[in-house]
């Protein structure tokens, strides 16, 4: 295939994958990165059709604006990617600086050393690019859910070859000249190996937005929208796999419940109860231990599994959950001082099989009543019933 035909198919390939990505934009989050990946392959392609149209000896506006296309293309990726693995990606502002920045350059590469100077500055800039891009997806694969490190470390694999091939041949223009590079074997190889990188990107993006797709639907069914926290299906899940271990830990349940909750709905809203629910939850996730877990598992109810805990820590664990509640400043719609919010809590005795969860849960519901019955704001553990006043 001449090289020729194989731009004008990598052109059309890279405008339709901008095309796919638009509309797969349409359907995700604003700031998700896709629609930059959407109008980064759009110039891509549109800049390849321009150099074939422009012919060999394009003026010097024409080729700025190919050269700048591309470099756009390329940094739409890799902000685009930033975005959507929840990294900063630059404002707008900054992005008209690099342009300028790279007009300037490229009027001063070519002065100095015509064609082989515009070559060698754009290859060596998409290089730059190309590795940041690279780089990127490999210090952001460790943090990211296990359905998404694969097509990330694809993507290290195939950015880092081409930024690779792509700084050799920048490197070369000022040593062979434009012609060998454009037209001879490594002109063919170097097009071919980007044709098909532009392919399986094209392919990879794609894998990475049904994985994060995949992942987030798994999440919505173990977790509860509203608070992040697990819900009664996560919730099941965990307890059923903690049960299963080889080795498994006893847990103690803590029962915990907001009080008064339905007078916050009632005098400022359900925004203000959504706020006030959120806030409670971020306060309990951030007091418990990291082998902890725990579920909203009522409209104002949540439940804490305390693993391998004895009674003292236990209860240690409820006082610490009791004080970060009543410490809040909520600060709710339309409300100008801050609201002040108490929860009752119920502690089971220890369970050491998933029938035993199912009796212990039964056990730190009734306490949890004891304490409301006892005035509210207070602790009371199962068996003896002791209340603590706070």
């Known amino acids: 295939m001449d090289q020729t035909t ?69 940094l739409l990726f890799l902000t685009g990617l930033r975005q959507f693995v929840a990294l900063p990606a630059g404002r707008w502002p900054l992005v008209a600086l690099f342009l300028l920045g790279f007009a300037a350059v490229h009027a001063l ?127 099941d899940d965990v307890v059923r796999r903690h049960f299963a271990a080889r080795e498994s830990r006893p847990v103690t349940l803590l029962q915990i419940d907001i009080d008064h909750f339905k007078r916050v709905n009632d005098n400022h809203g359900h925004a203000a109860g959504d706020a006030v629910l959120r806030e409670i939850a971020a306060a309990l996730s951030a007091s418990v231990r990291a082998s902890d877990f725990i579920a909203r598992t009522g409209g104002e109810e949540f439940l804490v599994g305390c693993v391998a805990a004895d009674d003292g820590v236990a209860w240690a664990l409820a006082e610490r959950l009791l004080a970060a509640v009543r410490r809040l400043d909520i600060r709710v719609p339309g409300v100008k001082v801050p609201l002040h919010c108490t929860v009752s809590i119920g502690i089971s005795r220890r369970c050491n099989d998933k029938a035993g969860w199912e009796r212990g849960w039964a056990e730190a519901d009734e306490a949890l009543y004891a304490a409301k019955a006892a005035g509210r704001d207070r602790i009371v553990a199962a068996g003896a019933m002791r209340a603590d006043l706070r």
């Open 109 to 235: 590469a070519v002065w100095s050393l015509a064609a082989a100077g515009r070559h060698m500055l754009l290859n060596l800039l998409l290089s730059v690019l190309y590795g940041t891009l690279a780089a990127e997806a490999l210090r952001a694969r460790p943090r990211q859910a296990r359905a998404l490190r694969p097509p990330l470390l694809m993507l290290v694999l195939m950015m880092g070859s081409l930024a690779l091939l792509t700084l050799l041949r920048g490197l070369a223009f000022p040593l062979v000249g434009t012609g060998p590079l454009h037209h001879g074997l490594f002109g063919q190889l170097y097009y071919g190996y980007a044709s098909l990188a532009s392919v399986m990107l094209g392919l990879n993006l794609v894998w990475l937005v049904f994985a994060r797709l995949n992942t987030q639907l798994a999440e919505l069914a173990s977790h509860d929208a509203l608070t992040r926290l697990l819900n009664r299906n996560g919730l």
């Open 6 to 74: 194989i731009i004008i198919v990598l052109a059309v390939h890279l405008v339709c994958s901008g095309a796919l990505f638009w509309l797969i934009g349409r359907a995700m989050p604003p700031h998700s990165g896709v629609n930059r990946w959407a109008l980064g392959a759009v110039l891509f392609g549109l800049a390849y059709a321009g150099r074939l149209l422009a012919g060999p000896t394009p003026t010097w506006p024409a080729m700025l604006l190919l050269d700048g296309a591309m470099a756009l293309a390329s």
